[in-house]
């Protein structure tokens, strides 16, 4: 779920700065439209504007393999082969060691977009929809995927409307702040919170000095660890697809600040957790709900010439859905013996700075670390062995080097080294170096 952090960026900024108004005067721009690279639509007043990019990724794997297509996912990183004090480890889960040394290449991240603009008596009507060929729901990036021409189907990523400070449609979580994202070449990117793209209706008040407060209703899921029924192994649910639904959206709220020096951001989320899928050893159906609840601190500063220095911290209960891993993090644990549902404890924070060699030429480093706590007494405390297997901590760094000898081009090279650890102690390694040319549009 991650891409283009400066896309991101513009994102961002865009979604969180409308105010109630008159129509704005139109203003030209160089393309004959009211913004840069727009044109008026002949007979209207509407400004349109196509863009994106096209991409291609290579990537070499010293040591487990990822499929490439749809960036690391860390929680899936293979583990290594023994678990700390001597005990064996599944050979299942350590399959990815066997191969050492993996090219890849893709071109499945390349999208392209639409957006418009349009003076009215209530503010600026905008519009906004994004597609890409990376991980479309409803089909499996797998080996499938290298044959027949590496055909990859089509995804929506936004489709979203604003009229003044309305938001209605599909884009990031307000719990983002994609500008305090470092910049990556892979798609995943930093294990920060809130990556998800999902339908909401979002109020932006714009307070005057570069501040503006937001909430946004957004469309829920409760991602679960359910234990089965007389021990079973447990297996990693979600509301979607399960015909449960859910009762209430998620809130989200958020306060931006920016500033000439940088901008700083505070996210808050509530939650209603809900499980009724499950049927306990009676045969009786069963349901649970929990509150959830979530804070995230974030920002950006400007050090000297472009360089910037920018800062993640999150937290919070029942969050997983809302903190990126480019993979699924469960919310809570479900225990159909007991009828009971716990939170899992998640934090999560961020560090990177950007520097600029020169005007062309600009390097990022990043890290990034999340921690997953798991209920270990009362109701709803995993088995002992089932909890061993359960992934407690995430790791993900990144340096690059990215040249862009025109504007509408990066050609850049990578370095990756993240880490997987679960509860017994057992962790696994990924070190990637990958290469990305992107034409931009």
Known sequence: ?????????????????????????FAQAPGGGSFPGSILLPGTNTSFKTGGYAKLDFTYDFSATQNVIGGIVVSAIPLDANVPGGAAANPA???????????????????????????TAYGEMKTFIEGDFTNPSGL??????????????????????TLG???????????????????????????????SRQPQIRYTFDAGDGLTIAGSLENPETQAVTQAVAGGAPVTTTSFGSGQGQKIPDFAAA??????????????????????????????????????WGLGLSGTLKTWGKDVLLFQANGGDGIGRYSNDNGLVADVVVDLNNNA??????????????????????????????????????????????????NTELVATYANLIWSPVPQVDLGVEYTWQERKVASGQHGFLNRVQMSSKFKF
């Open 93 to 119: 889960t350590i399959a990815g060691h066997s191969i050492h040394g993996v090219s890849q290449l893709t071109a499945s991240e390349s999208r392209f977009n639409f957006e418009s603009r349009t003076p």
């Open 341 to 390: 549902m716990r939170n899992l404890k998640i934090y999560d924070g961020e560090i990177g700075y950007q520097h600029w060699w020169t005007d062309q030429l600009r390097s990022n480093v990043n890290g990034s670390y999340m921690h997953i706590g798991y209920p270990t007494s009362g109701p709803a405390a995993l088995p002992a062995a089932t909890l061993a297997v359960q």
């Open 140 to 161: 499996t990036n797998g080996k499938t995927f290298k044959v027949n021409s590496d055909s990859s189907g089509f995804r929506l990523r936004h489709a979203y409307g």
């Open 255 to 292: 306060a931006r600040w920016v500033q000439p020096w940088g901008h700083v951001a505070f996210r808050a989320l509530l939650r209603d957790l809900y499980d009724h899928s499950g049927t306990n050893a009676a045969g009786n159906n069963i349901s649970q709900s929990e509150f959830g």
């Open 165 to 195: 400070p309305l938001l209605a449609g599909q884009t990031y979580s307000l719990f983002r702040d994609a500008a305090s994202e470092g910049e990556t070449l892979d798609f995943g990117g930093p294990i920060v919170a809130g990556a």
């Open 1 to 25: 779920m991650r891409d283009s952090r400066f896309r991101a960026a513009l994102l961002s900024a865009a979604i969180l700065s409308p105010a109630l108004g008159a129509a704005p005067a």
